[in-house]
């Protein structure tokens, strides 16, 4: 066994807290470490990167365990979990917010929000800070405020060589680029420094449900009225089945003042005859955590998304099919969903981050969930099937939702989320400061030989 000291505790199979903290949020992921390092500061980061070196053990880095595909959990490897060091100090008069690489997004707006203040943060509380952050983080604020990778001023990591190193403007300004929006290639981010932003704590959201049947008219006004809305509003728009078929459910998420945030539901009430309407002002705080529950664990999880710069009609129409031949089919189809982009996201300079496609119109994602495993293939083929319906449309993929098979099938999903010459500069990064590929477990960049 290791001669190693941690400050943290050091958990093998068959120790107290050894199976709680090798699960993920993906109930599909069932994997082993040799070792978990719960890190309880840098030294502890640092010790587990050459100790995991030493012993020639693959390396995973855990932070909020939501990646579906797993990377933070090696099989046989070490996996370095961060959530011990989940703080976040808030300085209210610089607006700034120092937050650990093994935070929550919810420890993040708790603490802002404490002071009405908040930066863009993903939709599910229980999301890591670590890995939403590397690769981009869209949430409700990002059409106000760029994404969550935008709003990094900073990161103190650890690299592979084990060495501490500050990345922002002035210091590693090409690693800094590249930690925003290039995921967990070149080291472990034991602190953030996040801009913060005077939101309010006030929000309105709006949701309007459509038989299916008669939402395609509905949904073209949607879009319509999405391309000129206000940057305070997120459109959103799903399909579900529901007791009497599938239900289109349309609207938006305003953060700011409700009253203003209202001035748009004439329009979206303009736009068809809704089986149900519901429109709530829930506080920042609550939105945060509204699909906690839908967004939950201990489920098997699959999904497939794109970016679409465009939506045409017949984009429509493959939506609201969800990858099925017609519109009565088995309700055992994924939920699809889209989350518009556009605002501050599409105004920052491309080249300022390696984050790419700041050209989206909307996201979509084609999500199941489900807990026998006798499903799995049936529900991983039929959420492939709606991704793929809407494939023509499609511009690109975000890092974050890449799925295990895109990643393996060569470097083609890679080549989907970024750019040639993106990548090109994201190599020679991962060249520069992780040129043996030590962390790899990830949506890799794999250096030049
Ligand atoms: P983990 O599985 O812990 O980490 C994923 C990977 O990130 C690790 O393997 C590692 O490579 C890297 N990593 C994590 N932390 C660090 C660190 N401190 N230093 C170095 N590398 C690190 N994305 C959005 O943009 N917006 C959303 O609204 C959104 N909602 C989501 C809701 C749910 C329910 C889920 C499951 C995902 C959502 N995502 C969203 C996608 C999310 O950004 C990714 O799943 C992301 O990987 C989650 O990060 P994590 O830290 O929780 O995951």
């Given at each position: 066994m290791t001669t190693t000291r941690f400050d943290g505790r050091l958990l093998t199979p068959g120790d107290a807290g050894y199976d709680t903290a090798r699960t993920v949020w993906n109930a599909m992921i069932d994997r082993r470490p040799r070792m978990i390092v719960r890190a309880s500061g840098v030294a502890d980061v640092v010790a587990a990167v050459r100790l995991a070196r030493e012993l020639d053990l693959e390396i995973g880095v855990r932070c909020g365990g939501h990646n579906a595909a797993g990377f933070a959990v090696p099989d046989d490897g070490l996996m370095i979990d961060l959530?011990?060091?989940?703080g976040v100090r808030v300085d209210p008069a610089r607006r700034r917010a120092r937050v650990q690489?093994?935070?929550l997004l919810g420890a993040l707006d708790r603490a802002s929000q404490a002071y009405g203040l908040a930066t863009t943060a993903g939709?599910?509380?229980?999301?890591?800070?670590g890995g939403l952050t590397l690769g981009g983080g869209m949430g409700w604020l990002a059409r106000q405020y760029g994404l969550t990778c935008d709003n990094v001023v900073s990161c103190t990591l650890v690299t592979a060589e084990g060495e501490v190193v500050t990345a922002n403007r002035a210091e590693h300004p090409d690693l800094f680029w590249a930690l925003r929006g290039g995921g967990g290639n070149f080291g472990v981010v034991t602190e953030f420094a996040f801009q913060l932003h005077r939101t309010g704590t006030r929000t309105l959201v709006a949701e309007f449900d459509f038989r299916a049947e008669d939402a395609v008219p509905v949904i073209e006004g949607w879009r319509d009225l999405n391309a000129v809305a206000p940057r305070q509003a997120t459109f959103t728009a799903g399909v579900a089945g529901g007791p009497a078929g599938p239900i289109a459910t349309l609207g938006f998420v305003w953060v700011g003042d409700p009253d203003e945030g209202r001035r748009l539901l004439p329009a979206m009430r303009a736009l068809g005859r809704p089986v149900a309407t519901r429109v709530t002002t829930p506080s920042y705080l609550e939105l945060q955590r509204r699909e906690d529950s839908t967004g939950g664990h201990a489920y098997r999880r699959y999904a497939k998304a794109h970016y679409l710069g465009r939506f045409p009609t017949a984009a429509i129409e493959a939506f609201l099919l969800r990858g099925a031949a017609?519109?009565?089919?088995?309700?055992?189809l994924p939920a699809v969903g889209l989350q518009a982009h556009g605002g501050a996201i599409a105004e920052i300079?491309?080249?300022?981050?390696?984050?790419?496609?700041?050209?989206?119109?909307f996201e979509f994602g084609a999500g199941a969930r489900w807990t026998d495993p006798a499903e799995d293939e049936a529900r991983m083929a039929a959420a492939r099937a709606a991704g793929a319906s809407l494939e023509p449309y499609a511009s690109g993929v975000y890092v974050n939702s890449l799925t295990a098979d895109e990643l393996a099938d060569g470097r083609g999903g890679m080549r989907r989320a970024f750019s040639p010459a993106k990548l090109a500069r994201l190599t020679a990064v991962k060249t520069a400061y992780d040129p043996a590929n030590?962390?790899?477990?990830?949506q890799n960049i794999r250096p030049a030989r």
């Open positions: 959530t011990p060091m989940g690489g093994g935070a939709n599910v509380s229980h999301t890591g800070v017609d519109l009565s089919a088995s309700p055992r300079p491309d080249a300022d981050t390696a984050f790419s496609h700041r050209g989206t119109m030590v962390f790899h477990l990830n």
